[in-house]
Each structure stands twice: as C-alpha cells, then as structure tokens.
C-alpha cells in the first residue's frame, strides 16, 4: 500500500509557473506508475501525465503539451508537475495517482490517490 501526498499548489497568474509535487510512503515507489489528473469544479476529473515505474515513458494530454512536465525521483519517492505558461483554463483541483499495473489515462483504473491541491490561475 502507499499513501500520496500532494504539495506545491497555490494562485498564480496567467502566464506563470508551478511545480507539484507527490510524495508517496512505502518502499515500493519505484515499482509505481504514476499520473497527475485534474478536476474543475462541474467537470470530470481528467488526465494531465503520466510516467511509467521506470521513467522510461511518460505521456502528456494534448492540453498541456510543451507546457507541463512529469518527472520522477525514486530516490525521494517523489513524482513532480512542472507547469509553466499556465493559463486560466489550467485552474483545477490537482491529484497524483499510483497504480502497479496499470499505466493509462483512465483515472478510474489507479488503485492510489492523494487529497488534491488547488491550482488557481488568475488573468
């Protein structure tokens, strides 16, 4: 089992940076795909990235491309968002998610999430 922790979210402006990041509990992290998902209020929770257990492959959604990376530390059992260019649009509750054998962009297969932080971009 492993318990995620968010951090790092926060008002920012348009046009601006964040990093988030999640660090998970456990000893097993590394053997963790892991993904970042958002959710607007009145909207469904969607996929943003991903990164496999190895680092080797990672996939973003067309709506962030060139503008946020996911990037993995196994060493500080932490997986990170680094947003830049942010836009309005991009305001959302953001939530890390762990899977051991699932890597995907169905949120609803991850078996492990963390609580949330907020992201607010102002214009």
């Known amino acids: 089992q492993v318990q995620l922790v968010e951090s790092g979210g926060g008002l920012v402006q348009a046009g601006g940076s964040l990093r988030l990041s999640c660090t998970a509990s456990g000893r097993t992290f590394s053997s963790y795909n892991m993904g970042w998902f958002r959710q607007a209020p009145g909207k469904a929770r969607e996929f943003v990235a991903l990164?496999?257990?190895?680092?080797?492959?990672?996939e973003h959604a067309d709506s962030v491309k060139g503008r946020f990376t996911i990037s993995r530390d196994n060493a500080k059992n932490t997986v990170y968002l680094q947003m830049n260019s942010l836009k309005p649009e991009d305001t959302a509750v953001y939530y890390c998610a762990a899977d051991q054998r699932y890597y995907g962009t169905y949120y609803y297969n991850y078996r492990y999430w963390g609580q949330g932080t907020q992201v607010t971009v102002s214009s």
């Open positions: 990164m496999s257990w190895s680092g080797d492959s990672t």
